[in-house]
């Protein structure tokens, strides 16, 4: 019986499939494992968990893509830069991005219709 290489997992065609079921198990497992108030249900939190997961998603990619490959090369000071200014636009500006793309889809869940 052939033993199963899991380093095809991460080639260029399957890559894609395990990063794709790696954020859908993110996504289940925050529903089921962290704790949400009762009034949170639906709509309002599946935006929660979505927005948790950009959270989460960015800074992974924007790190493994943008700024690992200068360290790598051996661009220090370059990849020193690009991290700091990285962290500073996650601290001060990802919040507004996110908050703006929340106010584009209005809840009407528990509204009182006049």
């Known amino acids: 019986m052939k033993r199963f290489d899991w380093t095809q997992l991460f080639t260029k ?42 959270e989460l998603a960015i800074p992974v990619y924007s790190q493994n893509l943008l700024v690992l490959p200068f360290f790598k090369k051996g661009k220090w000071i370059y990849g020193a830069g690009l991290y700091v200014l990285q962290v500073a636009l996650l601290i001060f500006i990802l919040p507004y991005i996110l908050n703006g793309i929340g106010l584009l889809f209005p809840i009407t869940e528990g509204r009182l219709e006049k």
């Open 13 to 54: 065609p399957y890559k894609i499939y395990t990063q794709l079921v790696f954020w859908v198990i993110v996504f289940f497992l925050y529903i089921f494992l962290k704790e949400y108030p009762n009034r949170m249900t639906g709509a309002t939190l599946i935006c929660l968990v979505l927005q948790e997961m950009l």
